[in-house]
């Protein structure tokens, strides 16, 4: 079974600008979370998606955004980039309400200049 | 608000001892409890997990002990690996069907040969 993908795997970005990460879960996982992981902030949850609806939202500027499409792939955007939003953005995804066990992706590192 | 935290950020040990990995949370409605591995380059990869009903659980060269009552958690393995060396994270959620994780601050474990 193919794990979890993310793409792109890179991505430099200027202030300013925005961006749009992509997440393709595991087969028959609904459920998909992305998290934002920085050296100094550690792993931190930016939102799940189930069923094309937002089930969860962590404390992040409206910046952040994210959608889930019919097939279970969801993406996150990312508007008017900050310095502060270089980092290794996570993509895991799992059966909601069947197991707490969540699979994650490879990450996409976003470097801001 | 509530955090998951680790006692020590770096623990080396020797090839073939085991390891002991210590993390303390402050919120006491969390219901479970998870280790993930994340070597560099990857995404964290889950290792086990415990429920808050449970106070230790053994899988492959691992285990996982919870003490409530001190809100403590953690994570021994045994005979260690070169292939064990890797950041270990705790995680918490609060309750069955929340996929929002809070995770730890991270310990690196490095393996001498």
């Known amino acids: 079974k193919a794990g979890v993908t993310q793409t792109p795997r890179y991505l430099i970005k200027t202030r300013g600008q925005q961006v749009t990460l992509s997440c393709s879960p595991i087969s028959g996982h609904r459920s998909v979370s992305w998290y934002q992981q920085t050296p100094g902030q550690g792993l931190q949850f930016l939102f799940e998606?189930?069923?094309?609806?937002?089930?969860n939202k962590g404390n992040f500027p409206g910046r952040f955004s994210g959608r889930q499409f019919s097939n279970s792939r969801s993406e996150m955007n990312v508007s008017t980039l900050e310095l502060g939003d270089s980092a290794l953005y996570l993509c895991a995804s799992s059966l909601r309400g069947q197991s707490y066990e969540q699979y994650f992706g490879p990450g996409t590192r976003l470097t801001v200049t | 608000g509530e955090s998951v935290g680790l006692h020590l950020p770096t623990l080396s040990v020797q090839e073939g001892d085991n390891s002991i990995i210590n993390c303390a949370y402050s919120n006491s409605a969390s219901d479970y409890f998870i280790w993930y591995k994340q070597e560099s380059g990857k995404g964290p990869q889950f290792i086990i997990d415990i429920r808050s009903n449970m106070d230790k659980r053994q899988g492959q060269r691992v285990t996982v002990l919870l003490n409530k009552t001190v809100k403590h958690l953690s994570l021994q393995i045994a005979a260690t690996q070169p292939g064990d060396s890797a950041v270990y994270f705790c995680a918490e959620t609060g309750s069955f069907g929340n996929e929002k994780l809070t995770f730890g601050t991270g310990t690196r474990l490095t393996i001498i040969p």
């Open positions: 998606y189930f069923s094309e609806t937002q089930r």
